[in-house]
């Protein structure tokens, strides 16, 4: 009896240079099974008869597949579609500009009357948020909940920069800036780790991908900080993917972890491609933010953060 397929979700990191090698990452719901499967692992890579246009093209038609995530800037920043005269940052009254700097400037503010109002308990506040304790969760709270760290406050007054972020980016920065930082010492940028060519390129690509294929977007470090908010994995787990000498080991047990807890089958040879590359291990979390997405379990962005329609998937588990 021929196994019956009901889901099926895509993940494929983009991010970094034009000379990156990258994975395809299948995963499937076999219903007669009531398990996920990771069904295919695949390296995109550039041949003498196949180029990695024709490569990912080809592969997506063969898998018949309709949804995809990837972690690339699907949108503009409001610069490259605007047409009004421009007056400048400091004057700018596009509305999407104007909604993102109104809901950046109402945090500064709420936090200055804070500071007006009783400055002496503020600073006790202060002193306590910034104390260094390593047995905290990096996630006790959101990075917009008061009192504001004082890199989150530098990041709010620097201002949107509307040929460069997105309203996506302020919201990224409003629910994950501090943990982030305190992670992965980076902050969200959706164009820092992107080359031009490979942006361009991509949009080429996007014209020569079946009209009915659905692509979204997503983050690996914040499918990493979701699982540790679920308990999935540890701190400790996301830490050793920093150390070059643990890495390979760390993304074997994250992906066992993800195995076990989320009823995910990994072949031995797919594990052995997530732990000797860390492109494939990006691809493996961003098919598993679609999983979320295709059980709509996923975090719900505010008005603001989507008028781009920057289709962003935040997971949840």
């Not at 970094?16 to 995963?27: H, R, Y």
């Not at 909940?145 to 996506?168: A, E, M, Q, T």
């Not at 961003?286 to 962003?312: H, N, W, Y």
Request: proline share 4%; aromatic share 10%; charged share 30%.
């Amino acid at each position: 009896m021929k196994e019956s397929k009901a889901k099926s979700i895509a993940g494929l990191s983009l991010g970094g240079g034009k000379k990156e090698n990258f994975f395809f990452c299948l995963l499937e719901f076999f219903e007669d099974k009531n398990r996920w499967f990771l069904t295919s692992l695949n390296p995109v890579k550039e041949e003498s008869h196949l180029t990695q246009d024709e490569a990912i093209m080809n592969w997506v038609n063969n898998t018949d597949l309709k949804q995809l995530l990837v972690d690339f800037p699907l949108s503009k920043p409001p610069c490259e579609t605007c047409d009004l005269v421009c007056p400048g940052i400091e004057k700018c009254h596009h509305p999407v500009v104007s909604d993102v700097k109104q809901v950046m400037n109402s945090l500064l503010e709420e936090d200055k009357k804070r500071v007006e109002n009783n400055p002496k308990k503020y600073e006790q506040e202060r002193v306590e948020d910034e104390m260094v304790d390593y047995s905290r969760c990096v996630l006790e709270k959101e990075t917009s909940d008061h009192i504001l760290s004082k890199s989150f406050k530098r990041k709010l007054k620097k201002g949107f920069v509307p040929y460069w972020n997105r309203p996506l980016d302020v919201w990224v920065w409003i629910n994950y800036y501090d943990q982030m930082l305190s992670t992965f010492q980076s902050s969200y940028d959706s164009f820092g780790n992107v080359s031009v060519m490979l942006l361009h390129k991509f949009h080429y690509l996007l014209r020569h991908l079946p009209r009915e294929l659905q692509i979204f977007e997503s983050s690996v470090q914040i499918t990493l900080l979701e699982l540790y908010r679920s308990k999935i994995i540890s701190k400790k787990n996301i830490l050793e993917l920093t150390d070059h000498n643990v890495a390979t080991l760390a993304r074997v047990r994250i992906a066992k972890k993800i195995e076990e807890k989320l009823n995910i089958f990994i072949y031995e040879k797919d594990l052995a491609l997530i732990s000797k590359n860390p492109k494939a291990f990006d691809s493996f979390l961003l098919a598993l933010a679609g999983r979320s997405l295709i059980l709509q379990e996923t975090k719900k962005i505010p008005e603001f953060g989507v008028k781009d329609k920057s289709m962003f998937v935040v997971p949840l588990f």
